[in-house]
Nanobody, 118 residues
């Protein structure tokens, strides 16, 4: 089953760190790319960071130098280390995966809430 499952959200203060994790029950799944998206109230969902099977990572400008995405390809597990959190990082964070380079993100988690207070 290729349901993605997130963990690690919660409450933080400005400047704190949090780590999000994502995995799947399907140990045979080897997606081309995995990513973190987030959606804040009244805003559209946005791509936060993406990492390919080969380990190539890309980031939204708003999180560069603060967030680090990593991935282990065995029973694919992905982590988002979030440092120097800001109130504007408050959102529901979603893990997603896409099978091949040309496919859309088709596998999603339920989301985990991250709330950062000032």
């Amino acid at each position: 089953q290729r349901q993605m499952v997130e963990s690690g959200g919660g409450l933080a203060q400005s400047g704190d760190s949090l780590t999000l994790s994502c995995t799947t029950a399907d140990s045979t799944f080897s997606p081309y790319a995995m990513a973190w998206f987030r959606q804040a109230p009244q805003k559209e969902r946005e791509l936060v960071a993406e990492i390919t099977r080969a380990g190539r990572a890309t980031y939204a400008d708003s999180v560069k130098s603060r967030f680090t995405i990593s991935r282990v390809n065995v029973k694919p597990t992905m982590t988002l280390q979030m440092n120097k959190l800001r109130p504007e990082d408050t959102a529901v964070y979603y893990c997603a995966a896409r099978s091949i380079m040309t496919s859309p993100y088709a596998y999603w988690g339920q989301g985990t809430q991250v709330t950062v207070s000032s």
